[in-house]
């Protein structure tokens, strides 16, 4: 009889273990293996605001899906890396963040690097969203070219389609000759090519009296404002990045008393640029992939969220940043997989969600498709909207007829 009450407390003590095994140990989604992105942005020099600024888009779109139970019930984390100045270091922090095991790479944010990160993310078969650095090559539709990769995705504009838009303003204003400042790396290049494209030729509206170049990273360019000065245009555009050097030339354009129009690269006339200048960038302009101002309800949303985490406004980077990132995961969530490049680029391309810059559809090749081109204005201490030229499929589809959306 003692035997069997033995036996009997035995087997209810199994029971209960196994029960306890079953229910009362159970994996919770914070506890899973989480989902890893590796966010290559800049960290560093007088372009690391703009970087972290794409970070702090990042991580609001990163928050709101954690807040919705994660990816496949997983959490997601963010590893940053930096993007540097050239493109051997980005190429030396994307194999870093593959090295760490990442699912998938997030960021880039020059044209030169955003093509390296392709490369390598092709390597590895793992998704790519190149937030800012957008290339023709990286994002080409033809399954059949050495340049394609089907987890290639991009969610900022060519550079083609703001300079465009900022050649008609300037045609339009009625200016005669331009002196054009541009950075020393791939994405200035092709700016430069941009502009002699339309400028360069015998007849060309507008003249374009100086093209400098000046080295990635560089603060202290007051010799090559000078030589802008120098030329004696009826424009000086700056393809200046980063709100140091913007400061250095603002005041150095003072020194020289140039009062005429200036035009500054994309992101750059922000609340904080501005107040950092006050009267010395009145009357600047510059062309933008999103806008503040823009009248949607969802993009209200987002500024206004991300304030209220980061305790600022955003600008294109930050809204670059949190669109490329939560495309990416919601399409692993529709795609049940974070590790099958086929079917997470066929949900990115079936997706049907607002985002900051309006309802998403991402064209063959990845190309994330942006309708309109928002020109701004420093207006009495005040970004201000100006003009929103409209863009045209034709600009995303056709390599070699940029103009199509501005005759």
């Known amino acids: 009889m003692e035997n069997k009450r ?45 970087g972290l600024k794409t970070r702090e888009g990042m991580e609001l779109a990163v928050k709101e899906i954690n807040d919705n139970g994660g990816v496949l019930g997983r ?57 800012y650095g957008a290339s023709k090559a990286s994002s080409d539709p033809d399954p ?38 541009y950075i020393d790396i791939a994405y200035g290049y092709s700016e430069s090519a941009i502009y002699n494209e339309r400028w360069g030729q015998p007849g060309s509206a507008v003249k374009l009296t100086a093209e400098i170049f000046y ?22 555009n700056l393809g200046i990045w980063g709100g140091d050097a913007g400061i250095v030339v603002a005041k150095k354009l003072n020194e020289l008393g140039w009062t005429g129009p200036v035009i500054v690269g994309i992101g750059c006339l922000n609340t904080e640029f501005v107040n950092a200048l006050g009267s010395l960038c009145e009357g600047w302009v510059a062309a933008d992939n999103w806008a503040v101002d823009r009248d949607d309800p969802v993009n209200w949303q987002f500024a206004q969220n991300y304030q209220e985490m980061h305790g600022r406004m955003p600008d294109s980077w930050g809204a670059t940043g949190y669109t490329g990132v939560k495309a990416l995961l ?15 680029a066929d949900a990115i ?15 063959p090749g990845g190309q994330l498709y942006l309708d309109k081109c928002y020109l701004v204005q420093v207006q009495e201490g005040k970004v201000e909207l100006l003009a929103t030229p409209a863009l045209s499929l034709k600009d995303y589809t056709s390599p070699h007829d940029w103009y199509g959306f501005m005759e």
């Open 6 to 50: 033995v036996c009997l407390g035995v087997t209810v003590l199994l029971i209960l273990v196994l029960l306890i095994g079953v229910f009362g140990c159970e994996t919770t989604p914070a506890e899973k293996e989480p989902v890893k992105l590796g966010a290559i942005t800049y960290m560093t020099g007088v372009v690391s605001d703009d």
């Open 75 to 131: 959490p997601v984390e963010l590893l940053y890396y930096d993007n540097g100045f050239t493109v051997e270091e980005a190429v030396t922090s994307t194999k870093e963040a593959i090295s760490d095991g990442v699912h998938a790479l997030v960021g880039f944010q020059t044209e030169d690097s955003g093509d390296a990160g392709v490369q390598l993310a092709q390597k590895e078969n793992i998704p790519i969203v190149v937030t």
């Open 144 to 181: 059949s070219s050495p340049n394609y990769y089907v987890g290639s995705f991009h969610t900022n504009i060519y550079p083609h389609q703001w300079d465009l838009a900022i050649m008609k303003w300037i045609e339009d204003q009625g200016y005669k000759s331009c002196a054009n400042l």
């Open 215 to 236: 080295p990635f990273g560089a603060v202290d360019i007051g010799p090559e404002i000078a030589k802008l000065v120098e030329s004696d245009p009826d424009v000086i």
């Open 330 to 344: 919601l399409a692993m969530n529709e795609a049940g997989t974070v590790d099958d490049v086929d079917a997470i």
């Open 349 to 363: 391309y079936k997706q049907n969600w607002d985002s900051p810059f309006g309802e998403v559809k991402f064209l």
